[in-house]
């Protein structure tokens, strides 16, 4: 606070600036890897991003458009929404500390929510610090416009809204990249970041939040690169942009604690943040007004600097931003009716209708806001949302493999986890393992064992296709279940499944699973494959015993209830063949002749 009113004259006086560097264009890059995907709803999508640029992934969420499930051939205008200088590395502010996630429910726009980059500006550092690598400016211009345009069918429209030092970044991310934005919007943003004073404020706040040097970021004070960086200094640059820019008077508002003292808000140090930034948006209109470049301003009679005034202005700006962007900024008017208006009223979650009613394959949908609703006359009218809805969708939903629901979601028996039934298949969920699709032959066989009730416990990951042999695997609580067409379903499980994997599962020559793992003497456990047997004991632990001469030798002599015991080892090489331990003796093969020896 105090730092903030020793600033106060400087920054009123609108010192000028030197010719910002010049601004760098835009080049389209190959898109970066998508390392992970996961969905959090069926319209809300987490994608972690292997940035070339910092060489790390970068986890930005999406709020994919209203009609994104009932238009699946249309693009999208994309809004960027950027974060505070303490910015999370688990979600954005706009999701955590906002109601973005509702109020963009029916806005035909995909929302991209940037995760982490404490104290980062949005920018490309100078150099490494504090344990990052910061290249914010070339991963949101340059990196990820072509994955979201290859793969979550974005247009080249965007626009940029953020707060504080997202508003900051906002202004000269599309001052710096020409034609990257149509719209760009700062909430309390710090718009002249080289007048006197600022510099060091920037470098005082960044060191609170998170030990951050701007020294690293843009260089000492009198370094080009804060010229090049602040929005005051790239004001010519902003001509042909749709321009919104709020701040508060950091007096006590109609969302702030009063103190006891007449206009002195319990938030102390957002009251003088927000003074400053009244202060640079002022400098910096006046400079836009000037060059002739018209924007909307709104300078609140009160308010801090604090998120639900930044939640106020993301919805106060959604006329401007819609224009800028070219869609409606209305809702679109629906209703449900029929089958899907009967299966509506009877769940209230699914709150008011986003769509009309459209046409997939097999039946019908509508959206609702809190999920979809399907009908098809085989099926009828189910609906479908929150976890089960988000894996439905990253099951490519009614296009998938699932196919239609056929019933409505339900609690299992156990109180853990809930299931819903589609018409090749059923997702289950619980907290612990998130939602899982099983089907065909797996299904089969884990609902023969008793589904979750049975010894493999719930599903812990999608099924996936063995790499090498024509086959699949579904990796559930206690095992895995393997598919293969000649040897069925089995699950391995425990500290066999362990030497299954230190042998390389299905690739080595014990092949598939043929049946289930089997009880022994002295608590042992053997599972059989297609090349051999694994047998485990606890004074023995897990060997596998290869299908030729020496399990035939080792069969003749009675397994391990015979003379030799356990296997203690796997078949080794000698001169001349081969050889395997057991508890109480080995076994030797040499020109095809076994030879069992015991101690």
């Known amino acids: 606070m105090l730092l903030a009113a020793a600033m106060v004259l400087p920054l009123a006086a609108g010192l000028p600036v030197s010719a910002p560097a010049t601004a760098q264009p835009t080049v389209a890059l190959a898109p970066p890897l998508v390392e992970k995907v996961v969905w959090l709803t069926d319209r ?149 970041t080289t007048t006197l004073g600022m510099p060091q404020a920037i470098q005082f706040a960044m060191r609170d939040a998170g030990g951050f040097d701007s020294a690293a970021m843009w260089g000492p004070p009198t370094s080009s690169e804060w010229e090049g960086h602040d929005p005051y200094a790239l004001a010519d640059k902003l001509k042909g942009i749709s321009l919104y820019i709020s701040s508060g008077s950091g007096a006590t508002g109609p969302y702030d604690h009063a103190s006891g003292i007449p206009g002195l808000s319990t938030n102390v140090a957002g009251m003088g943040l927000e003074l400053l930034s009244r202060l640079t948006s002022q400098n910096f209109v006046t400079k836009l007004g000037k060059l002739a470049i018209p924007a909307q301003v709104n300078y609140r009679p009160s308010g801090t600097h604090s998120w639900p005034y930044w939640d106020f202005e993301m919805r106060q700006s959604w006329t401007h931003a819609a224009a800028a962007l070219g869609v409606d900024p209305g809702k679109l008017a629906c209703a449900a009716g029929g089958a899907i208006g009967a299966a509506a009223a009877g769940n209230g979650w699914l709150g008011e209708c986003l769509t009309g009613e459209y046409q997939l394959a097999g039946g019908v949908a509508q959206d609702f806001k809190g999920g979809r609703v399907f009908f098809s006359p085989d099926t009828g009218a189910h609906s479908v949302g929150g976890m089960i809805g988000a894996g439905y969708q990253a099951a490519m939903g009614p296009a998938g493999l699932l196919g239609l629901p056929t019933d409505d979601e339900r609690p299992l028996p156990d109180g853990r986890g809930r299931l819903q039934t589609f018409q090749n298949g059923s997702l289950y969920w619980t907290p612990q393992t998130g939602v899982q699709a099983v089907r065909g032959a797996i299904l089969e066989e884990w609902g023969r064992q008793g589904y979750e009730r049975g010894p493999a416990g719930y599903p812990i990951a999608p099924e996936i296709q063995t790499p090498n042999k024509a086959g699949a695997v579904q990796a559930f609580e206690n095992g895995p279940f393997y598919y293969n067409e000649k040897t069925g379903v089995h699950r391995v499980q425990g500290l066999i499944f362990g030497k299954y994997a230190q042998m390389g599962y299905e690739n080595s020559w014990l092949g598939f699973p043929v049946a289930e793992e089997e009880p022994l003497k002295d608590l042992g456990r053997f599972s059989r494959f297609e090349g051999g047997n694994v047998y485990w004991s606890p004074v023995s632990a897990a060997w596998a015993v290869q299908n030729g001469s020496v399990m035939d030798a080792w069969r003749d002599a009675g397994y391990e209830n015979g003379k030799l015991g356990y296997p203690i080892s796997d078949q080794f090489p000698i001169p001349g063949g081969v050889q395997q331990n057991f508890q109480a003796g080995f076994i030797t093969v040499r020109d095809g002749t076994p030879e069992v020896h015991s101690l």
């Open 44 to 192: 809300r999508v987490s994608l972690w991003v292997n940035s070339p640029s910092m060489g790390s992934p970068i986890q930005v969420q999406l709020l994919l458009a209203r009609d994104w499930n009932a238009r699946p051939d249309a693009r999208f205008p994309v809004l960027l929404l950027l974060d505070g200088l303490r910015a999370a590395n688990d979600e954005s502010g706009w999701t955590k500390d906002a109601g973005a996630v509702d109020f963009f429910a029916d806005k035909n726009v995909t929302v991209v929510l940037p995760v982490g980059g404490q104290s980062s500006f949005y920018s490309d550092w100078l150099e490494p610090n504090n344990g990052h690598n910061y290249k914010w400016e070339t991963f949101l211009t340059k990196e990820l416009p072509p994955l979201l345009e290859s793969k979550w069918r974005a247009t080249e429209v965007r626009g940029i809204e953020g707060l504080s030092m997202g508003g900051t970044a906002a202004m000269f991310l599309a001052a710096r990249n020409p034609g990257f934005a149509k719209y760009a919007a700062s909430y309390s943003g710090f718009l002249t």
